[in-house]
C-alpha cells in the first residue's frame, strides 16, 4: 500500500481483506456511472483507481449526480466486497468498492478536450497544449515514473563505483559540442553573454585536474540545432569523466552502468555488448550506429560487375565507387509497384535509383534483367545471403552514398520484414571513428566528436600529412540503431591541445579568448583522463518502448522548437530588452 498522508489511502489499495474498514479516499473523477439507481465512480490518483459508491438514500447522492471527469473528491466510506459476479479483475482493487457516506468535492474540472481516463490517440499540439491532463494519462505516468527509476538506478550505480555527483553551472562560457549556443544576456556586464552549457565538457576535464577521479552528473544541455523528432533543444544526459583511465576502463564502466540499469529496472539480463570499429560498422551496416536486433548485413558485390555493360553500374565502377547489396527476406513476392515505392523510399534516403532482383521459386525477375547475366545474378545472390522467395537491392553510387542509403534501406526493411522488435535490446560500441568530417554547413573539416579528443595512437604524424585520415579515441554507444551517446580520452597536453585548435584553424586569439582558461588548467598538472555521455531521453525512450523522446519527456518543446503549454518562446516588454542593452531587429509583424 502506498504511504500517503495520515489517514487516507490510496486509491489503488484495498483489497478484500480491509472489508468493514472505514477509509478515506482523495483523487479525481476517471469515470461516473449511473446505474440500477446508485451512482459508481471511478476514483483515481497517482496509486490507482477504486470504485466508489452512491446510494440514493445518502444526502451526498444529489451531488454526486453532477460529478464530472476530472472533478476532485475527498471521500469517506467503508470498503465492502463487490457483489458476487461485479468483481473486475483487471484491477488491483477490483474486488471492492466504497460505500460512501460522506463527499466533499475539492475542486471543479472543465470538460477536458481529450479523454484522461484513456491512452486513445489525441493530436499530440493538443496532448502539449493541456500537457497537465496528458500527464495524469497512464502512459505518461508509467513513463514519467520509468524514467526516475532509470535515473534513480544510474545514481546509485555511480555512487556504488565511486563516483561523485558534481553540478556545474547553467550560466557559462560557450563549449563546443558542434551546435549553436544559447545565449543570456547579462544585464551587469553591458554587452557580454552567457552560453547555455551544451555539455559540461570543460568543466568535467577541469574536475579531473582538481582531483576528483570520477565525476558523473545528471546533466541539462542545451543545443540550438534544427529539430528532429528524436532531438529536443533541451534534454538531459548523464555525464561521466575519469582520471588515469584507459578507453577500455571507459567502456567498462558505463557497460556495467547500462546492465544495471537494464537489470534494476527492466529486470533484463544483457548480454556483454558488440564492439564495431567504424569502418566495420559501415562496411556491414552502412551506418555508424547499426541496429543489430537483426542480420541483413551488407556487401559489396561491385567485383562481379567489372566490365559491364549496364551504364549505370559501368559509370559508377569507373569512377571508383561501389554497388552495394541488401537482402530483403521474402521479397521476391513484391509486385513491381511495390517495388517502385521501394524506390521511391530509396530516393528520399538520397539515392539516384535502386535496382531490384527477385529470386522467386518461378524464375528470377530484375529491373535491370537485360543487363544482369545469370553469372552474375547468381553472384549477387550468394553474397547477399539470399534464399529462394528473397529479393536483392542494388545501389550504385560514390562509396560513401551507396553504403549510407543501403543502412537506411536495411532499417526500412527491417521494420517491413518486423524485425525490429521493440522489446529486443541490441546494444554495441562503435570504435576507432576518424578524428575529422566535413562540417555540413560549412563543407570544412570539424571534429567527429569535439576538439578535447586525442587521436589514436600513433596518429598526430598524419596531422600534417592527411588529416582526415587521423582516427580518434573516440566511442559511441548504440542501442537498436539509435547512437545512446559518445565520449572519448582526452587530450591532456597543454602544447597537443593547442596543437588540435590550430589544426582547426583557431588563431591563437581565439584559442584565448574561447578556451584560454582552459589550456592554462591543462599547464597544472592535468591527469590523463577520459569519459562519456548518455542521452536519458533516449534510454528512457528505448526502455519504455516508444518512439519519440516527448514522450518521457514531462514539458517537451514540440517539433518547431515551441512550448505550446507555457507558449514560450514570446516576446518580452521593451523594458525588459532595455535593461539588457538589447534591440529586437524583427519588424514588429514578426516578419524576418
Ligand atoms: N561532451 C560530450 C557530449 O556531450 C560527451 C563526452 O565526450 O563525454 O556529447
Not at 505518461?140 to 556545474?168: C, G, P, W
Not at 518521457?552 to 505550446?564: C, E, H, M, S, T
Not at 518580452?572 to 514578426?590: C, F, I, K, M, W
Request: aromatic share 8%.
Amino acid at each position: 500500500m502506498n504511504v500517503m498522508e495520515k489517514g487516507r489511502t490510496g486509491c489503488g489499495a484495498l483489497r478484500a481483506a480491509d472489508e468493514g474498514s472505514v477509509v478515506e479516499l482523495c483523487g479525481w473523477v476517471n469515470r461516473r456511472r449511473d446505474h440500477g439507481g446508485l451512482i459508481f465512480v471511478d476514483l483515481r490518483d497517482n496509486d490507482g483507481v477504486t470504485q466508489v459508491v452512491f446510494d440514493p438514500q445518502h444526502p451526498s447522492f444529489q451531488a454526486a449526480e453532477h460529478l464530472r471527469h476530472e472533478d476532485v473528491l475527498r471521500v469517506r466510506g467503508t470498503v465492502r466486497r463487490r457483489p458476487a459476479g461485479t468483481e473486475n479483475p483487471k484491477l488491483a482493487t477490483g474486488e471492492i468498492e466504497v460505500g460512501v457516506d460522506e463527499l466533499e468535492i475539492l475542486n471543479r474540472a472543465q470538460v477536458p478536450p481529450f479523454a484522461v481516463n484513456s491512452d486513445d490517440p489525441v493530436d499530440e499540439n493538443l496532448r502539449l497544449e493541456y500537457r497537465y491532463l496528458d500527464l495524469r494519462r497512464s502512459r505518461m505516468q508509467r513513463n514519467l515514473r520509468l524514467r526516475h527509476r532509470i535515473v534513480k538506478a544510474m545514481r546509485d550505480y555511480f555512487d556504488s563505483r565511486d563516483f561523485v555527483e558534481i553540478e556545474t553551472p547553467m550560466l557559462m562560457k560557450s563549449t563546443p559540442e558542434g551546435a549553436r549556443d544559447y545565449l543570456v544576456p547579462s544585464r551587469l556586464h553591458p554587452g557580454s553573454f552567457y552560453a547555455l552549457p551544451q555539455s559540461p565538457q570543460m568543466l568535467k576535464q577541469i574536475l579531473m585536474i582538481a582531483g576528483f577521479g570520477r565525476y558523473m552528473q545528471i546533466a541539462r544541455c542545451m543545443r540550438d540545432e534544427d529539430l528532429r523528432a528524436d532531438r529536443q533543444p533541451e534534454f538531459t544526459q548523464v555525464d561521466v569523466e575519469m582520471s588515469f583511465c584507459t578507453q577500455d576502463d571507459v567502456l567498462e564502466i558505463m557497460e556495467s552502468g547500462m546492465r544495471y540499469v537494464w537489470k534494476a529496472v527492466l529486470g533484463v539480463e544483457l548480454p556483454p555488448f558488440a564492439r564495431l570499429t567504424y569502418d566495420e560498422a559501415i562496411a556491414r551496416y552502412g551506418v555508424d550506429k547499426p541496429d543489430l536486433r537483426f542480420g541483413l548485413e551488407l556487401s559489396d558485390v561491385g567485383a562481379h560487375f567489372a566490365g559491364t555493360e549496364f551504364g549505370v553500374f559501368a559509370s559508377v565502377l569507373g569512377a571508383g565507387g561501389s554497388i552495394v547489396a541488401l537482402r530483403y527476406p521474402g521479397g521476391a513476392s513484391l509486385s513491381r509497384r511495390d517495388f517502385d515505392a521501394l524506390t521511391e523510399t530509396a530516393k528520399q534516403f538520397g539515392a539516384k535509383g535502386m535496382v531490384w532482383v527477385a529470386y522467386a521459386a518461378d524464375g528470377v525477375k530484375s529491373s535491370a534483367s537485360k543487363f544482369l547475366s545469370e553469372a552474375q545474378l547468381a553472384a549477387v545472390r550468394a553474397a547477399a545471403n539470399a534464399e529462394e522467395g528473397d529479393a536483392v537491392l542494388l545501389f550504385a553510387d560514390a562509396r560513401e552514398l551507396a553504403y549510407g542509403v543501403a543502412g537506411k534501406m536495411r532499417n526500412e526493411v527491417g521494420d517491413r520484414c518486423s524485425l525490429r522488435d521493440p522489446r529486443a535490446f541490441a546494444f554495441c560500441w562503435v570504435l576507432g571513428f576518424p578524428y575529422l568530417e566535413l562540417d555540413e554547413e560549412t563543407g570544412k573539416p570539424a571534429p567527429a566528436h569535439h576538439p578535447f579528443t586525442a587521436p589514436a595512437e600513433g596518429q598526430w604524424e598524419l596531422m600534417e600529412s592527411d588529416p582526415m585520415q587521423m582516427r580518434a579515441q573516440h566511442y559511441d554507444m548504440v542501442l537498436n540503431g539509435y547512437e545512446l551517446g559518445s565520449g572519448s580520452i582526452r587530450i591532456h597536453k597543454p602544447e597537443q591541445q593547442r596543437k588540435i585548435f590550430e589544426m582547426l584553424g583557431l588563431s591563437p586569439a581565439d584559442v584565448e579568448h574561447r578556451f584560454g582558461f582552459f589550456v592554462r588548467a591543462l599547464e597544472y598538472g592535468a591527469p590523463p583522463h577520459g569519459g562519456m555521455a548518455l542521452g536519458i531521453d533516449r534510454i528512457a525512450m528505448l526502455a519504455c518502448g516508444e518512439e519519440n523522446i516527448r514522450e518521457v519527456i514531462a514539458f517537451p518543446k514540440n517539433q518547431v522548437g515551441r512550448d505550446l503549454m507555457m507558449e514560450a518562446p514570446s516576446t518580452v516588454p521593451e523594458q525588459l530588452l532595455r535593461d539588457l542593452y538589447l534591440r529586437s531587429t524583427v519588424p514588429a509583424d514578426g516578419s524576418r
